[in-house]
């Protein structure tokens, strides 16, 4: 007796067997590119914030070394009369105690200077300046009161103290009021306090007051 064998044929076109539709792949396509969107802008906007974080420790970075060094200089000032001053070398109408406007200030100080490994004592000049590329610098002068190299020359170091600036300002006290300006012989009163402001170029601003020691 023969077996009766059946053909199976098998529906593969069955709804248990189908894949996605184009419908359903632009829906995931789109949920895809909105995920990678989302992740884009976060990594972005991270990035962003670590380079103003960036920028504002070394805007911190900055006000903090020239404040240092100013507060060691200018509590250490020196008031020079005109017989102390060097013949030939600088003449008495050069210098005539501290003096100074809102963008540059001249005193003589006792601080250790950069340059010299002696103690003595030294003019120093800050002055903030803008330069022939329109550039905004902050110039720091050091010159010791007697001429070591005994040259005609002056023995003046000069550098920029500051170039990611965006203003500096002084102002000076009496005790009681603030003025944009100051000399030493003119003022009726003893300068008290020199205050700094300090701006950045990413619009960060600093600001600190130094008092001057005066005899009670």
Not at 24 to 44: G, K
Not at 55 to 73: G, H, P, Q, S, T
Not at 167 to 191: I, R, V
Request: glycine fraction near 4%.
């Amino acid at each position: 007796m023969m077996k009766n064998y059946r053909l199976q044929v098998i529906n593969y076109w069955s709804p248990e067997l189908t894949g996605f539709t184009i419908v359903e792949l632009l829906i995931a396509v789109a949920i895809s590119s909105m995920v990678f969107l989302a992740v884009i802008s976060t990594y972005s906007m991270t990035l962003r914030t670590l380079e103003k974080w960036d920028d504002r420790e070394e805007d911190y970075y900055l006000a903090r070394n020239i404040f240092r060094k100013m507060y060691v200089e200018v509590s250490s000032i020196y008031f020079v009369s005109g017989s102390q001053l060097v013949s030939g070398q600088q003449e008495e109408n050069d210098y005539n105690g501290w003096g100074g406007d809102e963008k540059s200030f001249s005193f003589y100080t006792t601080a250790k200077s950069l340059y010299f490994p002696f103690a003595c004592l030294t003019k120093v000049t800050y002055k903030f300046i803008v330069d022939d590329e329109d550039k905004k610098l902050l110039i720091r002068e050091e010159e010791p009161l007697i001429n070591f190299a005994l040259e005609e020359n002056r023995y003046l170091k000069s550098y920029v103290y500051g170039d990611n600036l965006k203003d500096f300002k002084f102002q000076y006290s009496d005790g009681e009021n603030w003025y944009d300006s100051w000399d030493t012989q003119q003022a009726s009163k003893s300068l008290y306090g020199v205050k700094v402001e300090l701006v950045s170029s990413h619009e960060e601003k600093f600001s600190t007051i130094i008092y001057v020691p005066t005899k009670i």
